[in-house]
C-alpha cells in the first residue's frame, strides 16, 4: 500500500483506537508508551515524554526492556476502549513474569476507568488524566512507594504552553503543535468534553516560539491542534467564557484563530502550515481569508460534519445546519479556489431514519469530499445522547448506512485525486515510499500524498512534482524541479 492509503489508514485506526507505538531517545530508565486516538493524544505523549526524560527516562519500542508502559488511551469509542482493555491484560500477562514492570493509563480514558482498572481489577499502577501530566514526577514517586498513585484532575488553565515535547516517532519534517485543549461544544454523542474538559487556548508567543524552533530544527510542516481549533482566544489567559468580563485592554489586544494563522505564518515563512479541527459553527470567513492570504498556509480543511440532515444535526446539538454548512461549503470555494476539504461522518446516530440518511448521502454528493474518517454511532457513557436518547438504530442498520458512506466516499475520492492528473503539484518530501524504496512520496498543499521517483531529493525538499496518474488514493508524478 502507498503511503497515502497506509497514513490515512494508520490515522483512520488511530481515530477507532488502534496503537501506535512512540519511538525516541535518551539514556537512562526505559519508557514504552503506545497512543491511542486523535493527533491530540500523540501530542500529548509528545509532552509526556518530555517531563519523564527529565526524570530520566528514555522511550524504547520494546516492551520487553521498558521499566514503565503507559497507555495514552482514548474513549471515543466503544471499541477504542476494549483495544485499551486488551492490550492492558497482555502487559499484565507480561508482567507476572517481571513484577517489577509498572503500568499506567493515560488520557481520556483515565476518569472512567480509575476505579475499575485501578482497585477493582489491580491492572494499573498509574492512572493520570490529560491534565495532569505535570503530576507525573510525583505520581511516579507515590508509585514507588507503594501509594495510590492517581490524578484525573482536569484543569481551566493547563496548556502546557512551556513544555517543549520530544518529538516522539516522526519524519523529521512534520510536526504537531498544540495551540487549545478541551472542548465547549457538547455535541451531544461526544465524549471529549467530559474526558477533556473546558476549552483552554495557549499563549501564542509559545506557540510561535515553539513552530520557530522546529523550522531552527529543521521541520517543514507544523500541524496546529485543538478539538475546535476554530474557537481558539487568547486575551492573557482564562476561559472563553470569561472574555466578556476581561478588560477592555484585553479584549482589544484579543488573538483570535485568524490572528494566530496570521502570525504563525509570517514568524515561519517557508514552514508549512495546517491546522486541525475545524468546526463549521466557529470557523468565520477571517480564517478563511487567512488561508488564502499565506501562501504557506496548506489549501486544506478538515471540516466534520456528523450528519447532512438538519434534524439530526439539531439533535446532536451541532451548532449549525445543512444549509449554514452548505453555505460555508460555497464561501470556501471562493475564498481559496480549489481548496481540499474533509470530513467527519456518523452514521446511525439516534432516530437517525433512511431519509436522513439519504440526505447525509446528498450532502456528500453537493461537497464531493476528498476525504473522510466515517463512523457509526457508539453511545457513550454521561453524553446527553447516552442518558436522554435510545440507541435505536440497530447495528445491522448502522453497519449498512455506514458502508454506503464509505463507498460515496471512496468514488469522491477518486474522481477529486484524478482531477489533479496533469497538474503540477508542490510536494514536501516526507519519506520513501513504503512499496519501493526508488520512490518518494510526500503532501501536496491539499493533503493528497504524491509518490514519485526519488532522484537525488530527499525527505524536507519541497519539490515541483507532474501528476502522471491517479490510483484510489495516491497521486503518482515525475519530479520536475525543486523548489527549496
Ligand atoms: N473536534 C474533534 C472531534 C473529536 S472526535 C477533533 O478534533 O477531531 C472525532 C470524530 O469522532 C468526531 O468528529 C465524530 O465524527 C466521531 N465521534 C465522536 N463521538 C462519536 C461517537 N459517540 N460515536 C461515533 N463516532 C463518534
Ligand atoms: Fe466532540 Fe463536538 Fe467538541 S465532536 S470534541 S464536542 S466539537
Not at 482564562?238 to 484563530?257: C, I, P, R, Y
Not at 526519488?454 to 491517479?470: C, F, W
Amino acid at each position: 500500500m502507498e503511503k497515502n492509503g497506509a497514513e490515512r489508514e494508520l490515522l483512520e485506526e488511530a481515530r477507532q483506537g488502534e496503537a501506535l507505538v512512540l519511538e525516541g531517545t535518551g539514556t537512562g530508565k526505559k519508557l514504552y508508551m503506545e497512543s491511542y486516538g486523535c493527533q491530540m493524544n500523540f501530542s500529548d505523549s509528545e509532552i509526556v515524554a518530555s517531563i519523564l526524560q527529565k526524570e530520566g527516562y528514555e522511550t524504547t519500542t520494546s516492551i520487553e526492556e521498558a521499566d514503565l508502559v503507559l497507555l495514552n488511551t482514548c474513549s471515543i469509542r466503544e471499541k477504542a476502549e476494549q483495544t485499551v482493555r486488551t492490550r492492558l491484560d497482555q502487559f499484565n500477562t507480561l508482567k507476572k513474569e517481571k513484577p517489577e514492570l509498572r503500568i499506567g493509563v493515560l488520557g481520556c480514558m483515565a476518569e472512567r476507568v480509575k476505579e475499575k482498572f485501578f482497585q477493582e481489577e489491580k491492572l494499573v499502577d498509574l492512572v493520570v488524566g490529560p491534565d495532569a501530566y505535570r503530576d507525573l514526577p510525583n505520581l511516579l514517586d507515590e508509585m514507588d512507594g507503594g501509594r495510590k498513585a492517581v490524578n484525573v484532575l482536569l484543569s481551566k488553565e493547563e496548556t502546557y504552553h512551556d513544555i517543549e515535547p520530544v518529538r516522539l516517532g516522526g519524519n523529521g519534517v512534520t510536526a504537531f503543535v498544540s495551540i487549545t485543549r478541551g472542548c465547549d461544544n457538547m455535541c451531544t454523542f461526544c465524549v471529549v468534553p467530559f474526558t477533556r474538559g473546558r476549552e483552554r487556548s495557549r499563549n501564542p508567543q509559545t506557540i510561535i516560539e515553539e513552530c520557530t524552533q522546529l523550522w531552527e530544527q529543521g521541520y517543514k510542516e507544523v500541524t496546529l491542534l485543538g478539538q475546535n481549533v476554530d474557537s481558539y482566544l487568547w486575551y492573557g489567559g482564562g476561559l472563553k467564557k470569561d472574555f466578556e468580563k476581561a478588560s477592555a485592554m484585553a479584549q482589544s489586544t484579543a488573538v483570535h484563530f485568524a490572528d494566530l494563522l496570521h502570525l504563525v505564518a509570517k514568524a515561519v515563512p517557508n514552514m508549512r502550515i495546517r491546522f486541525s479541527t475545524s468546526n463549521p459553527q466557529d470557523m468565520k470567513d477571517d480564517v478563511l481569508h487567512a488561508i488564502a492570504a499565506h501562501e504557506n498556509i496548506c489549501k486544506y480543511i478538515h471540516l466534520p460534519v456528523q450528519s447532512g440532515s438538519s434534524r439530526i444535526l439539531k439533535a446532536m446539538n451541532r451548532g449549525h445546519n445543512r444549509e449554514e454548512y452548505i453555505a460555508l461549503i460555497d464561501r470556501i470555494q471562493r475564498i481559496i479556489p480549489g481548496c481540499s476539504v474533509s470530513h467527519d461522518m456518523i452514521a446511525g446516530f439516534p432516530t437517525e431514519t433512511e431519509e436522513d440518511h439519504a440526505e447525509t448521502l446528498s450532502l456528500m454528493d453537493y461537497v464531493k469530499y476528498d476525504f473522510g474518517y466515517m463512523f457509526f454511532y457508539s453511545e457513550r457513557p454521561n453524553t446527553y445522547a447516552a442518558r436522554k436518547m435510545d440507541d435505536d438504530i440497530p447495528l445491522a442498520v448502522k453497519k449498512r448506512r455506514l458502508a454506503e458512506i464509505i463507498a460515496k466516499q471512496q468514488e469522491h475520492s477518486a474522481v477529486r485525486l484524478a482531477a489533479y492528473v496533469g497538474q503540477t503539484l508542490e510536494v514536501l518530501v516526507e519519506g520513501r515510499s513504503k512499496r519501493s524504496d526508488a520512490d518518494l512520496y510526500g503532501r501536496s498543499t491539499y493533503n493528497t500524498v504524491v509518490v514519485f521517483p526519488r532522484e537525488e531529493y530527499q525527505p524536507g525538499d519541497l519539490v515541483r512534482v507532474k501528476i502522471d496518474r491517479s490510483t484510489p488514493a495516491t497521486l503518482i508524478g515525475q519530479a520536475v524541479d525543486l523548489v527549496r
